[in-house]
């Protein structure tokens, strides 16, 4: 199909193929449906000479065609422009998201921004030739038709959730919906008019009063959207509402934190559990990262990979990969087999945490070693300070962290399946990307309650963070200690390197006036950071291609 995401020259024609000679079967839907979701796994439908993963891209984002998949956009987004993840790779504009010196040009932003708009656009699309008009000048059956109004649902849903990644780093936005044809320039919305929107889409979808519903939560099939999802992203919304609108009570009708109670306690509630079993091999915490966590407890909305099906270079690829030393001999070796310590093949020598990610953690009462099972480091022969971010240029060990001696590595996704055994392939992991998890819920609900919200208890929010704390081995806490700066931190080691940092730093007024090591590429990160870095800019060649935009921020 010949689709573009908004205006953006950035932006690949997939064919020439039209809707009229696509959508002529029954099997083409299921199979454009399909792409929906693969939307947020892959870069594009072909292979390429790279191999599996390459081929030809939905966007382009120019360094290298795996900076383009959607969970790595977003995850270099939301944890390098904190203290969880500092890099050394030198691609064109990665290292500005540690130094926040990035602009309306940086290939990461604007890939992110292009990524979002050519999954809604894509959704657009199936939801207007699957109308019901559509459906039936085409004679499909009526068993396919009901399975479509399920399908137009959960359409509706991965379309929210872009649009509220795109509220979230990019603030005001356009909001195209079916009307918005090709080569249309979409209008821009407030911030508060995007956020009506999609609150609006999602009550639509899980109030039974129409015939597009989401499955009852936990009953799609795993890796698809259901009520539970669309719950989870109900009460991130309202859980940052105070961030996103301008008199949030007031728009909203009463506190948000009383949605994200209320939302929350459906998930809590609902038919999902923590994971609590742990293998011989690995903690129950652990099982959520590793190459079977299709079968862990606690994952409300996953995004699915699969080392022989669904395969590329973002996700948990770069997850597993990017951390790992690049091998070599002497003191640059790496200590220990790649594929011993996560399951993979090599390395790509080019993430740490800071000392900051590493102080999240618990010690034990002397002061000793991390005894947090969520602390997933590896540590051996490494200085968890960090003294020297620039990297190496002609191959002699002059810097630290391209060696990896300094900054601990964060081993948390593995492509190791809870038995110990290996993935299906050592290149592409067939380790999942939790992107909502139950345990988020119940840090959301404690905090809810912490700021004022109404339908919950102190007592409740106690017991279920020291649920999370027993799970983690760590010692549980008492009602004194409960607090927001607990909360903040206790979100770092329960969420650390899972796209949610930056969100959570912003709420609670930390990503600007905050200081943690290599913020702003200063090794102490005592700098001053602009205020209006809490939101990315409109990318520049949007603005060039959309008359209606204008710039998010004055300072870009």
């Given at each position: ?118 999954q809604v656009a894509q959704v657009n ?164 990262f590793l190459a079977d966590n299709h079968t862990a ?260």
């Amino acid at each position: 199909m010949a689709l573009t995401a908004c205006t953006d020259v950035g932006v690949n024609p997939k064919s020439d193929t039209t809707a009229k000679n696509f959508f002529t079967s029954e099997g083409s839907y299921k199979a454009y449906f399909a792409k929906l979701y693969a939307g947020l796994v892959v870069t594009g439908q072909t292979e390429g000479n790279g191999g599996a993963g390459s081929g030809d891209p939905d966007i382009t984002v120019p360094s290298n065609i795996g900076f383009g998949q959607y969970t790595r956009l977003l995850w270099n987004m939301q944890e390098l422009t904190t203290e969880s993840a500092v890099t050394r790779f030198q691609d064109q504009g990665i290292r500005d998201l540690n130094n926040f010196t990035w602009s309306s040009q940086n290939q990461f932003s604007v890939g992110m921004y292009n990524r979002i708009y050519f999954q809604v656009a894509q959704v657009n699309e199936f939801l207007r030739q699957s109308r019901d008009s559509r459906l039936e000048e085409r004679a499909i059956s009526e068993q396919r038709q009901e399975e479509i109004q399920t399908w137009r649902a959960e359409a509706r849903f991965l379309r929210a959730l872009s649009l509220w990644h795109g509220i979230d780093l990019f603030g005001k936005i356009p909001v195209p919906t079916t009307d918005v044809t090709l080569g249309d320039a979409p209008e821009q919305s407030s911030r508060d008019s995007a956020f009506a929107f999609v609150e609006r889409e999602l009550l639509r979808l899980t109030d039974d009063q129409g015939d597009e519903n989401l499955l009852p939560a936990g009953q799609a099939p795993y890796g698809r959207a259901d009520r539970g999802a669309a719950w989870m992203l109900l009460a991130k919304l309202y859980q940052n509402a105070p961030v996103y609108l301008d008199n949030p009570q007031q728009q909203i009708g009463e506190d948000p934190s009383n949605l994200v109670i209320e939302y929350t306690e459906r998930l809590i509630n609902g038919p999902y559990s923590l994971e609590t079993q742990r293998s011989p091999e690995f903690s129950a915490f652990q099982h959520l990262f590793l190459a079977d966590n299709h079968t862990a407890n606690g994952i409300i909305f996953a995004v699915p990979q699969d080392g022989q099906s669904q395969r590329t270079y973002g996700g948990t690829q770069y997850l597993t990969h990017a951390n790992l030393g690049t091998g070599g001999t002497g003191s640059g070796a790496w200590s220990g087999d790649p594929g011993e310590l996560v399951g993979v093949d090599a390395g790509y020598g080019g993430m740490r945490t800071t000392s900051d990610g590493v102080a999240l953690f618990d010690k034990d009462q002397s002061g000793g070693p991390l005894t947090d099972d969520r602390a997933i480091f590896f540590t051996t022969d490494q200085d968890s300070v960090i003294d020297n971010q620039n990297s190496f240029a002609d191959g002699e060990i002059d810097d630290p962290i391209g060696y990896f001696r300094e900054g601990w590595a964060v081993i948390k996704f593995k492509n190791l399946t809870s038995n110990g055994g290996q993935g299906s392939n050592p290149t592409f992991p067939d380790t999942d990307f939790p992107m909502f998890r139950l345990a988020d819920a119940y840090l959301m609900y404690a905090e809810a309650v912490l700021r004022g919200g109404q339908g919950g208890s102190r007592a409740e929010a106690l017991s279920l963070v020291n649920d999370l704390r027993m799970r983690a081995n760590v010692p549980t806490i008492q009602d004194a200690d409960l607090d927001l700066d607990f909360l903040l931190r206790e979100r770092g080691r329960e969420l650390f390197w899972e796209a949610h940092r930056r969100t959570d730093l912003i709420r609670y007024g930390e990503f600007i006036d905050g200081q943690w090591s290599w913020k702003g590429g200063v090794g102490s990160g005592n700098v001053q950071v602009e205020e209006c870095r809490e939101v990315f800019p409109i990318a520049a060649s949007e603005l060039r291609a959309n008359p209606n935009l204008e710039q998010n921020r004055d300072c870009y």
